[in-house]
């Protein structure tokens, strides 16, 4: 039986993740969180949730994790959960470290002691490489991360390749760039801006109100991004791979198209101190040839293409949350 274990299936791309993973005929477990209520809105509207088991596992005690190991045998181990805001990092600093860093350790150490023949893959992020002062960014540029989220993800980047070499394990890091669709949490950026936009032009709020719009980033599209997940697992040897368009835009390009093809007022943007980080990466972007070259993963989307699907499935989404 080809089990896997996904953590983190209640997110956005543990939800587009299980999708991909249930078509190519694997049997998804999740671990989930052990709280009496279990978020599955992402998988309910993807129409997924009964086809996968979920198990309720706290990845900070290593024993849990092993018993599930022991219970299941997974192949395949996808380690997508974690604190994942930037601007939260900073108001939850120990907390986002703790869990972020033990529970990717905890995880490495516990296919150590039972099953050296499991694969696993890191959500590892762009956030890591932070102040930088060469673009394009490759596999091989320096981490110099500017918020205690980029830490987080730059030490369990570097414990995934440590359980690689040290022990031959196959641990793959996948290293991507700002990813986007309508299963966002409503708090990031793009999914911010096209929620409250539309509410403008449905006469239920009057303005948008943000932090600094002059920040640039490379966004993509997030079922396309964890279909690279999938292909780095099973490729021959296990390495790290950037995933990104290539592309930086602003947060005000964005703005300003999404407000103009909505026929909205720039008037209605506020800018607020609130929303500015004590720290902010200024402009950053990925080359991602290593991936196209190696993995043949293909991405060509413009991602004012996608932000047309985003400002389409957001009426749908809205009804579940
Ligand atoms: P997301 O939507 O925020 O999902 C995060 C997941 O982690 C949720 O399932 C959440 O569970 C779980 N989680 C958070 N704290 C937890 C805790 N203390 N215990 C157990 N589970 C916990 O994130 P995403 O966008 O899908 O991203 C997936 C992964 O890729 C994350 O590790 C993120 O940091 C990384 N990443 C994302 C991007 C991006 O642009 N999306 C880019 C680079 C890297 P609940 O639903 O129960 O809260």
Known sequence: ???????????????????????????????????????????DYLGITSKIRFEKCDLLYIQEIISLIKKYHPIEIYNLAAQSSV??????????????????????ESIRVTDTNIKFYQASSSEMFGSVNTLPLKEDSIFHPVSPYGISKATSHWITINYRESFGLFTTSGILFNHESALRENHFIIKKIIRTALDIKNGKTDIL????IDIRRDFGYAPKYVEAMYLMMQHDTPDDYIISSGISLSIREIIY???????????????????????????IYGDSSKAKIQLGWEYEMSFFDVLEILIQEEEKVKKIY
């Open 87 to 108: 601007g939260k990092s900073f108001h939850e600093p120990i907390e986002t470290l703790n869990f972020n860093i033990i529970s990717t350790a905890n995880l490495l």
């Open 209 to 212: 109100e943000v932090g600094n």
């Open 257 to 283: 198209y999404i407000f103009e093809r909505l026929e909205l007022e720039k008037s209605r943007i506020v800018i607020n101190k609130k929303y500015f980080r004590p720290n902010e990466i200024e402009n």
């Open 1 to 43: 039986m080809k089990t896997v274990f996904i953590t983190g299936i209640t997110g956005q791309d543990g939800a587009y993740l299980s999708q991909l993973l249930l078509n190519k005929g694997y049997y998804v477990t999740g671990l989930i969180r052990k709280s009496e209520i279990i978020n599955t809105k992402r998988l």
